[in-house]
């Protein structure tokens, strides 16, 4: 079995401030990760995944993740936030490594400040 | 691009209706799946299938089927709508080889209410 937790159901940032959103997971085999963005009224985008290889993934729009084994995250940044990455954001993972069953967390929805 | 799509952006239907979603991909995806999202909850999988007239039972089943006769169609059937099954649908694909391995591609979404 596979799960997934988001730490912080709201994330508050300023714009140009650090964006941090937390994942922790848990999996019976080695996993494969992911995070997803939904823009209001739209369906989830990729953002970026981590399979195998580097542990530090980057994706679009300038986020990047690090795989920790150890702690089992996968924490989402972002350098500087913009006000158009207000949106919720999903981790999920697929333990079968083929993403026939993705499990998704319940989601953080960050809000940008002027 | 990949390009799921799915038939309705809204749908209002009566308690006790029979209410079919739609789900359209054109990457000739063997993997189809169809989600409800609500408010602190996340995505829940309902079904999917993996090949043409395959389908297997996600974490929530109950009060749903689906059908997929060709490929690129999936379909979402509530036999008997409730009140509780008022939410967002969303439909997936993923393919098994090529740059689409391993990532679920979404639709826009239905947002149903039952009535």
């Known amino acids: 079995a596979q799960s997934v937790t988001q730490l912080g159901s709201h994330v508050s940032v300023s714009e140009g401030a650090l964006v941090l959103l937390r994942c922790n997971y848990s999996s019976s085999v080695p996993p494969y990760l992911f995070w997803y963005v939904q823009y209001p009224n739209q369906g989830l985008q990729l953002l970026l995944k981590y399979t195998t290889g580097a542990t530090l993934v980057k994706g679009i729009n300038g986020f990047e993740a690090e795989f920790k084994k150890s702690e089992t995250s996968f924490h989402l940044t972002k350098p500087s936030a913009h006000m158009s990455d207000a949106a919720e954001y999903f981790c999920?993972?697929?333990?079968?490594?083929?993403?026939?069953?993705?499990?998704f967390g319940s989601g953080t929805q960050l809000t940008v400040l002027p | 691009d990949v390009k799921v799509t799915q038939s309705s952006r809204y749908l209002v239907k009566r308690t006790g209706e029979k209410v079919f979603l739609e789900c359209v991909q054109d990457?000739?995806?063997?993997?189809m799946f169809w989600y409800r999202q609500d408010p602190g909850l996340g995505l829940r999988l309902i079904y999917f299938?993996?090949?043409?007239?395959?389908?297997e039972k996600g974490d929530i089943p109950e009060g749903y089927s689906v059908s997929r006769e060709k490929k690129e169609r999936f379909s979402l059937i509530l036999e008997s709508a409730s009140t509780n099954q008022t939410s967002m649908y969303l439909c997936?694909?993923?393919?098994?080889?090529?740059?689409?391995?391993?990532?679920?591609?979404f639709g826009a979404g239905t947002r149903l209410s039952v009535l």
């Open positions: 997936a694909s993923s393919g098994l080889a090529g740059l689409a391995k391993n990532i679920q591609y």
């Open positions: 299938s993996y090949d043409v007239k395959m389908k």
């Open positions: 990457m000739d995806h063997e993997n």
């Open positions: 999920a993972v697929s333990a079968s490594g083929s993403a026939r069953q993705l499990t």
